[in-house]
C-alpha cells in the first residue's frame, strides 16, 4: 500500500473511529485507486483524498411530531452534502430505524462516484432520519414528514441540493415532504426533490429506474460473456422499491425470479414469483412477504432465511448493506450462481466480493449498477426545468443508453489497468477521475 493511501486511511480512522460503514466504503474505493496515486501524482499533491473523503456539510437535527394518540415523538433527522464538485448535492433519504450518522455518510460518499458515472453533472449527498415508517398511518408519517421538512427546507434546493426516495421513503413520503416544502417557501418544490409522483412534477419511469436500470447493466455485463438473462434462474433480495423493478426486468428479458425477501424471511416459489402479488402486497397493502405463501400454491415463507441459499445462475441484491456475506457467497457459488448484480447500496460485503471474484463470478458494484435511479432523477431535474413531460418509452431509452455507458467506462478502465471483468475497479476509477479533476480545477476550496 502506498504511505499516501497508508495516511489517507489511518486519518479517516481516527476521525471517524466509530463509522465501520462509512469506513468500509472509502477503503473499498481508496484501494483500487493505488495504481492512479502512482502515475497521477497530482492526486496526492492537491490532497484529493482528503478532500473527498470529509463531507462539505453535515447537518444533524431534531424532529418533533405528534402521533395518532396524541403523544409527542421525537426522531432524528440527517443531510449530508458530501460532495458538490460535479452539481448540486443529490442523494435519496432513507427513514430506518438503523439510521444514523455513518449510514448516512457512507451512502453519501458512495453517491458521488455513482452520481459522476452518470455524467449527469450532479454532487453527492444523502439524508434521512431514523423514523420507521412501518406500522404507523397516512397520519403519522404525514406529520413526521412536515416536521422533518421544516428544519430540512432551510439547506435545499435546485441549486444546492436536491433530495429524493431511499429504504422507507417513497413517492407517497415525497408527496408530504413537498406539500411543506410549498407551504413555507410558497415555491413549488420542483427542482428541489425529485422521486414525485407524476401528478406533483415526478417523471414517469423513475419508480422502475433502479430496478430496470440494474438488470440493463446486468444484460450488458453477460452480453460481453455471449451470454443473457433468457431462460436465466434468479433470486432477489428485498422486496421494496428497488426489488420489485428488478425482478419485472428480469422477467420481461426471459429470466425467471425463484426468491425474493423483506426482513423477515424470504419466499420461494418453483414455479417463479409472481409479481402482481407482490406488488399489491407491498404497494398497496404494506403487508409482510410471508403472506405470499398464503396466496400462492406452491411457494413456501422461511422465515429470517435469506434468498442466497437456492439455486440461481443470477442473484440481485437489492435490499440493504452488508446483507450478502462471505457464507452467503459460497452458497451462492455452490448453487452455481455465475453473476450478482448490486442493486442495493453495498450489500456485498467485502469478503463476499473478494471470493466471488476469484471464482470468476461477473460481480457489479451498486455504484456503478443502480445508478439508473439518480440518472433518472436528474431527467426528472431536467424536465421540471424546462417545464416538460417526457413519455415513459422516451425516459427508458435514455435510462438504457446511461446504463450501457455505465457499463462501458467501467470496461474501459478495467481494461486500461489489466483488470479485465474488474467493474469495482473500473467503477471506482471512473467514478473517482471527473470528480478529482473538477476538485483541482476549483482550486482550493
Ligand atoms: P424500500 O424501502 O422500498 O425496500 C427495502 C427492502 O429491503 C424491503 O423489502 C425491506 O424489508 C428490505 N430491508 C430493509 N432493511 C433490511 C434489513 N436490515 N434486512 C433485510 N431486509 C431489509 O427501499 P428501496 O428498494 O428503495 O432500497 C433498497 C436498496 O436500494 C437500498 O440499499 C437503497 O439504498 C438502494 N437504492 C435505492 C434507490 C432507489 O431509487 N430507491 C436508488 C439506488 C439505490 P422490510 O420492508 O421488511 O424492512
Redesign the pocket.
Known amino acids: 500500500m502506498s504511505s499516501y493511501l497508508h495516511r489517507s486511511l489511518e486519518t479517516l480512522t481516527d476521525r471517524n473511529p466509530s463509522q465501520a460503514l462509512f469506513k468500509q466504503a472509502v477503503t473499498e474505493v481508496f484501494e483500487s485507486l493505488e495504481p492512479l496515486l502512482h502515475e497521477i501524482p497530482e492526486i496526492e499533491a492537491n490532497a484529493i483524498l482528503e478532500r473527498i473523503s470529509e463531507p462539505e456539510r453535515q447537518i444533524m437535527f431534531r424532529v418533533t411530531w405528534v402521533d395518532d394518540q396524541g403523544c409527542i415523538q421525537v426522531n432524528r433527522g440527517y443531510r449530508v452534502g458530501f460532495s458538490s464538485a460535479l452539481g448540486p448535492y443529490k442523494g435519496?433519504m432513507?427513514f430506518?430505524p438503523?439510521v444514523e450518522l455513518d449510514v448516512i455518510k457512507f451512502?453519501a460518499f458512495e453517491q458521488i462516484f455513482?452520481n459522476s458515472l452518470t455524467g449527469l453533472g450532479i454532487g453527492g449527498g444523502k439524508g434521512g432520519s431514523d423514523f420507521d415508517p412501518?406500522g404507523k398511518s397516512d397520519g403519522e408519517v404525514m406529520r413526521f414528514c412536515q416536521a422533518f421538512m421544516s428544519e430540512l427546507y432551510h439547506f435545499v434546493g435546485e441549486d444546492t441540493d436536491v433530495p429524493?426516495?431511499?429504504?422507507?421513503?417513497?413517492a407517497r413520503e415525497i408527496g408530504y415532504l413537498a406539500g411543506q416544502y410549498k407551504r413555507l417557501t410558497k415555491r413549488f418544490a420542483h427542482g428541489v426533490l425529485t422521486?414525485k409522483q407524476v401528478g406533483l412534477g415526478g417523471s414517469l419511469a423513475?419508480k422502475e429506474?433502479?430496478?430496470y436500470g440494474a438488470v440493463y447493466f446486468a444484460a450488458e455485463m453477460l452480453a460481453t460473456r455471449q451470454d443473457s438473462l433468457k431462460g436465466k434462474h434468479c433470486v432477489v433480495?428485498?422486496?421494496?422499491?428497488?426489488?420489485?423493478y428488478c425482478a419485472r426486468k428480469i422477467q420481461e428479458l426471459g429470466g425467471k425470479v425463484m426468491a425474493?425477501?423483506?426482513?423477515?424471511g424470504c419466499v420461494h416459489d418453483p414455479a417463479g414469483i409472481d409479481l402482481d402479488i407482490v406488488t399489491a402486497l407491498?404497494e398497496v397493502e404494506r403487508a409482510?412477504?410471508s403472506e405470499y405463501s398464503n396466496r400462492r400454491h406452491g411457494s413456501k415463507f422461511f422465515e429470517q432465511q435469506?434468498v442466497w441459499n437456492f439455486p440461481c445462475e443470477v442473484a440481485f441484491p437489492?435490499?440493504?448493506?452488508n446483507?450478502l456475506a462471505l457464507e452467503d457467497a459460497k452458497a451462492l457459488l455452490e448453487n452455481g450462481c455465475q453473476a450478482v448484480i448490486e442493486?442495493?447500496?453495498?450489500?456485498t460485503t467485502p469478503e463476499a466480493i473478494a471470493l466471488l471474484r476469484e471464482k470468476g463470478t461477473l460481480f457489479a458494484p451498486?455504484k456503478a449498477a443502480?445508478?439508473?435511479?439518480?440518472a433518472v432523477?436528474a431527467l426528472e431535474m431536467q424536465q421540471n426545468a424546462a417545464l416538460q413531460n417526457w413519455s415513459f418509452a422516451q425516459v427508458d431509452d435514455r435510462l438504457k443508453a446511461i446504463m450501457a455507458n455505465i457499463h462501458n467506462d467501467c470496461v474501459f478502465y478495467a481494461n486500461k489497468y489489466r483488470r479485465t471483468e474488474d467493474y469495482v475497479f473500473g467503477a471506482n476509477v471512473a467514478g473517482f477521475l471527473k470528480v478529482a479533476e473538477a476538485v483541482k480545477s476549483y482550486g482550493v476550496f
Open positions: 435519496g432513507r430506518h438503523s451512502l455513482k412501518k429524493a426516495g431511499d429504504i422507507g421513503v417513497g422521486g423513475r429506474a433502479t430496478g433480495s428485498g422486496s421494496g422499491n428497488v426489488a420489485i425474493m425477501s423483506d426482513s423477515t407491498k409482510r412477504i435469506k437489492c435490499a440493504t448493506q446483507e442493486g442495493a447500496n453495498m450489500p451498486g443502480n445508478a439508473g435511479g439518480v432523477s
